[in-house]
């Protein structure tokens, strides 16, 4: 188990102390942070608790929207808060179209200034950006950037060690190109997070996701091809979703478990 | 308006006869038809309401489905119907993932068998194969086809006079790669749909449509892009929707009409 971790959202709705406890009992290594709970706790009180358990932060979500206005202070304080934690990469989802604007590649164009800005500081910080590929149903208000080979592509003008991408199976899964642009993210996978493509959608749909396992997604194949190209680090599960967030804490984490021996690990190794 | 065409879903819940008369009475030169309002009324006769009132059909949706059992055949009677009705093209809708399975690659490889089993036999009635990507969000139950730069990849193979593809701005606007892979379509853009991006996403995401330029995609920047590479087809407006399938009809083809002066006309020119 020593590569899997769990992202902070799939247990929504509990603090980060019982998840830090639950993943001590289950014998998860590591997990995801995002930055609402932290506001709650106090950053340098997480960072003890999760080092006290002898856990480590896999990323924290979340930076970017640079497509609003006053993003830089929101996100230079992210990466502070990242340092703090000891994260070792703040995930960026990019922002949506502007209200009203119909200017995507105007958008775009925004990501890679900021992205400019923004790499410095992180370096400054012992902190690397992940750029992240958001499903294309997320364009119009959460990403305009959608696919690896378009992460890539703005994270390539910068050094590997300052701005990486994140590979996220829910995300990336039904891309023609995948397995075509994944050796070019060889060095650059920031975060490799997994959850499962499930139907119908969601009413909200950024809680549609199952747990690995449940959908469409070969998530054996991907884990295989993302650890063929070097992927060393962990596997977070991130998976967004009201039933299972209200599920009992210690089911759910024992079924994390469980999916990560059967899917993941056996091509791990 | 002499390249303005009504998908028939826009309108869902009319006869045929409604439809074209309506496209009569607004000065609308084309409809694109559905298989299951044919079957109701008769190929024949649909072919003769549409012909005595003057319009054109400028497609027929649909074939397709190929990561089914026994499509061949529903494919044929597709072709047969196209070709009674003087439709220049079948829409094909790929299929998604077969029951139960993982194996995406398999399922892309299946289109392409089909489509070779399929391009003579459009060849032959005069009717072209329109390869449709779909949406991602769709990729797991409808469509393995998802972007246009793969469904060029799967048309290239075979003449362009017998397999082209689909350009339809709801599936593809938010595609990192479309202004990169549309010079590759010219000469191979069998139909031209337009509807626009709107959130939230309905509950029936199939239904989750908006008018020309109610939503988040530049329609005028695509159709440029569309008519420099030397598309002289129609436009046809394909919404679904319920809400707008509930209006009253006059309402809905004045508003087409209207949004197709605004919005392509003066490119198209």
């Known amino acids: 188990m020593n590569r899997l971790s769990v992202n902070q959202i799939t247990v929504d709705g509990r603090s980060t102390r019982e998840l830090v406890e ?12 995002w930055r609402e709970p932290l506001a ?61 604007s119909k200017d995507l590649p105007g958008a775009r164009a925004k990501v890679m200034e900021m992205l400019a800005v923004l790499a410095p500081e992180a370096a400054a910080r012992g902190v690397r950006l992940a750029l992240e590929g958001l499903h294309p149903m997320f364009c119009a208000d959460r990403a305009v950037v959608a696919t690896l080979g378009q992460a890539l592509a703005m994270a390539e003008p910068f050094p590997a060690a300052q701005v990486g991408v994140v590979i996220d199976a829910y995300h990336l899964w039904w891309d023609p190109r995948l397995a075509e642009d994944l050796p070019r993210a060889a060095g650059r996978i920031a975060s ?45 599960v991130e998976v967004m979703n009201a039933e299972v967030a209200a599920r009992p804490l210690d089911d759910v984490l024992a079924d994390l478990v469980r999916r990560h021996q059967e899917l993941v690990l056996p091509v791990l190794a």
Chains 1, 2 share one sequence.
């Open 40 to 100: 709650e706790t106090g950053v340098e009180a997480v960072a003890k608790l999760v080092s006290d358990a002898g856990l480590r932060v896999s990323s924290l979500c979340r930076g970017g929207f640079f497509t609003r206005p006053g993003c830089l202070d929101d996100n230079l304080r992210a990466l502070d808060e990242a340092a703090v934690l000891g994260a070792p990469c703040l995930v960026l989802v990019a922002g949506g179209l502007p209200p009203g």
């Open 192 to 236: 490799y997070q997994v959850s499962d493509w499930i139907l119908p959608l969601a009413a909200d749909t950024l809680r549609s996701r199952g747990l690995p396992g449940d959908g469409h997604i070969d998530l054996t194949a991907l884990t295989r091809d993302v650890a063929r190209i070097g992927y060393a680090g962990d596997v977070e």
């Open 22 to 33: 639950g993943c001590v009992r289950h014998g998860i290594p590591a997990v995801g942070l």
